[in-house]
């Protein structure tokens, strides 16, 4: 009989290959499958599951790099120290597009337009000069109303191509609203892109400024002499080496530290 993803109320918004992973995980673990055993083949879970092949792959994927599963020419086997691993094994945590996990809660302000890139990003997205891409612009605000961080994005040709979920935003009709963009690189995932994160931090030049909480510096007032930025230049490839997304990143250094998690 079909086994469908178990959908219990902290999983139930997860992406499906990270369902899948858990359930897997929860079998290996608890030894339901025993370890040096042959898992069932990715048409076999696919069924199981519900879930098409890709997904599967995604899921077994993210197991092998925890340790559980290891995969030659036969299949796909259960690691021996399974359950040894799982007190060092966390549950997967979500990444979050574009600023991080403390944007998943915070106040935002986000939107979506359809403009060309500056002349000098063109060619890094895999467009003609002038030629207009999808482009995400996001502030996170406190509660008082104050900037934390505020970023631009800017999404190649290659990403709206190969990433369903992105690619319904040519129409001019889905980009209305308060666009929902967190599970960006989980969609990637799922359209079977490995990526790299580059990240590069520096100080922007000029005096230390605070942010409005429109996103803009402020250049007078209480706060705006005192407060340290810090920008975070981001560009996101694919396995082939083509830019998915280049994105810049400016907040007040003094709400916290920038943490780097690398893919591939």
């Known amino acids: 009989m079909a086994e469908p993803v178990p959908e219990h109320r902290s999983t139930a918004t997860l992406p499906l290959y990270?369902?899948?992973?858990?359930?897997?995980?929860?079998?290996?673990?608890?030894?339901?499958?025993?370890?040096?055993?042959?898992?069932?083949?990715?048409?076999?879970?696919?069924h199981r599951y519900h879930v098409n092949r890709q997904t599967v792959r995604s899921a077994l994927q993210l197991l092998r790099e925890e340790g559980l599963v290891v995969t030659d020419r036969r299949g796909t086997f259960a690691a021996e120290?399974?359950?040894?691993?799982?007190?060092?094994?966390?549950?997967?945590c979500p990444r979050t597009f574009p600023g991080g996990p403390r944007a998943t809660d915070a106040l935002v302000r986000a939107a979506l337009s359809w403009e060309a890139p500056p002349v000098a990003l063109a060619g890094r997205l895999s467009l003609a000069p002038g030629e207009p891409t999808l482009v995400h612009r996001h502030v996170v605000l406190t509660p008082a109303g104050e900037s934390l961080q505020r970023?631009?994005?800017?999404?190649?040709?290659?990403?709206?191509?190969?990433?369903?979920?992105?690619?319904r935003y040519r129409r001019r009709a889905e980009r209305c609203g308060q666009p929902d963009l967190r599970l960006l690189y989980h969609w990637m995932h799922q359209a079977g892109l490995r990526t790299t994160h580059r990240e590069s931090i520096g100080v922007p030049p000029g005096p230390p400024r605070a942010a409005a909480a429109d996103g803009t510096p402020e250049t007078s007032g209480p706060g705006a002499a005192d407060a340290a930025r810090l920008h975070v230049h981001r560009v996101v490839s694919d396995q082939h080496g083509?830019?998915?997304?280049?994105?810049?990143?400016d907040f007040a250094a003094r709400t916290g530290a920038w943490t780097y998690e690398f893919g591939g």
């Open 18 to 46: 990270l369902r899948v992973a858990r359930a897997l995980r929860d079998d290996l673990v608890q030894r339901r499958i025993s370890p040096g055993s042959r898992l069932p083949s990715e048409r076999l879970l696919a």
């Open 81 to 92: 120290t399974a359950h040894e691993r799982h007190s060092a094994a966390p549950a997967p």
């Open 151 to 167: 970023s631009v994005t800017w999404f190649s040709r290659v990403a709206l191509t190969e990433i369903p979920q992105l690619g």
């Open 242 to 249: 083509h830019a998915l997304e280049v994105t810049d990143i």
